[in-house]
Each structure stands twice: as C-alpha cells, then as structure tokens.
C-alpha cells in the first residue's frame, strides 16, 4: 500500500505543476481534476474514506463544474490563450518561484529534522467522524451553515446582471 | 496498512501548498488566481487529514469537512465577482481591476 501513496502523490504534484503552467483555462481546470482525484485517492490510503468520497463529490464533483460553467461563460478563445502566452513570460516566474522555494526550503528543513512519527492507516470510520462533527463540533456546523448562507446571498447579489436605469426624460430623448 | 511517516504526508502538502502560492503570485488572470487558492487550500485541508490519521481520530477529517464547507462559499462568491468583473472591465487582466473606484 505504500507504493499507491507515492504514485498518487508524484501525480498529484505532476498535475498541479501542470495547472499553474498551463494557458488554456480548461485544460488547466481538467488537470486540476487529476490532482484533485489524486488527493482523493491519498485520503483512502490514508485511512479516511468517508474525506475521499466527499473530495471527488464536492471538490472534483461540483466545485470544478461550477468553474467549467464560468469558462463557459466566459467564452474565451484563442484570444485569452496569446494573452496568457503574453503574459508568461520566463522573467515573470523567476521572483515568486524563487520565493516560494525559499519558503518550501525552510519547511522541508523543519519537516525532515522531525522525529519520523509513523501513520498507521487506521480507517476512521464515517459513524466516528459524523459522531464528532455534530456533539463536539456542532458549534462550527452551525457557523458554517451560517457562511453557506451569506455565500448564497453574496453570489446571488453579485451575480445578478444590473440593468441599465435611466431616468424617464433621458430615456424618451435617447428614444427620439 | 501503510507505513509512511507523517512527515512525508505533510511535505506533500507543503508542496502542494507552495505550487498553489506560486500560481497566485505568478498568474494575471482571476480564474487562474482563484484555482491557485483552491489548491492551497486543498493542501491545508490534506495537511489536516495527515495530521488526524497519525492519532486515528476524526477531528483532521471534521476540519476537512469545514475547509471543504468554506471553499464551497469562497468559489461561489468568487465566481460571481470574476463573472462581474468581465463585464464591467471586458478583461481577466487583475490588473485591470486595481482602482478602489473606477
């Protein structure tokens, strides 16, 4: 079993390399699937199926069609692509990959001086999680009920497409 | 069932985590940024599923469930701000978008 992580792993990386290089949004949002699923299958070795199940449903499932329905929207071509191409230049990732292998230098330093704690693997089951999530937890259900809510009533206001006002006179003398 | 240390499982996320910040210092476009974002916050979320298995409890995974609730609401919001900001600036360019007033 200790294979199946590291292969999942080494495509999980490979896929989100693929993602933050790619031009084309839906090709980009198709290898975040991949890694996404890769995730999944990491969560399953680990011992947390019910967390598996809910990555590919929610975060494979209906979080990446809602981005694959805005793409749509969007309708972008060949266009956004030579834009993209424009804007990629080599120059542009030399400052923020080197920052940002800085800071992966100093966690992998502090990671690999760790005391190499073993993980087991124990399947935690649905029941155990559910248990915890709605006796010890159930203060963040409810405060997380409370954020789908302003979630829903933000993207319904900002979604919804403004009509033009005029004012009555200005509109009969645009008329004429 | 499987003998990793939880210091492999957390590199990976670390990893994931800073492939995720140099697709948001590096990307102009906003669906770019904000797939960059889900990333990270993807990486946290497997950090804490990592950090639950060592001790076989359920509150890593009772936390994924939260950042998963979150994420859903960020994305939601998200989308309807990139999809306001394409028709009033005509571009993804989050440059474009730099004015408070404008």
Known sequence: M???????A?????????????????HALLYLIVSLLAVAVIFYVLGAPFIAALEVIIYAGAIMVLFIFVVMM????????????QWLSAGAWVGPAILSLILLGEFLYVMLAGSGQPVEGVVVSPQKVGVSLFSTYLLGV????????????GAYHLGRRKKPVYHRFLQEEGGK | MIHI?????LILAGILFSLGLLGVLVRRNVIFVLMSIE???????????VAGARWGQADGQVMFIFILTMAAAEV?????LILQIYHHFKTLDSDAASKMKG
């Open chain 1, 10 to 26: 080494a495509v999980a990386i490979l896929s989100t390399i693929m993602v933050i290089t790619r031009l084309n949004a839906v």
């Open chain 1, 2 to 8: 200790d294979i199946t992580f590291y292969i999942a």
């Open chain 2, 39 to 49: 990333i990270m916050l993807n990486a946290a979320g497997l950090a804490f599923v």
């Open chain 1, 74 to 85: 969007l309708n972008l071509g060949d266009k956004s692509v030579q834009q993209e191409k």
């Open chain 2, 76 to 80: 939601s919001v998200g989308l309807a």
């Open chain 1, 142 to 153: 409810e405060l997380s009920a409370m954020l789908l809510l302003a979630g829903i009533i």
């Open chain 2, 5 to 9: 240390s939880m210091e492999t499982g």
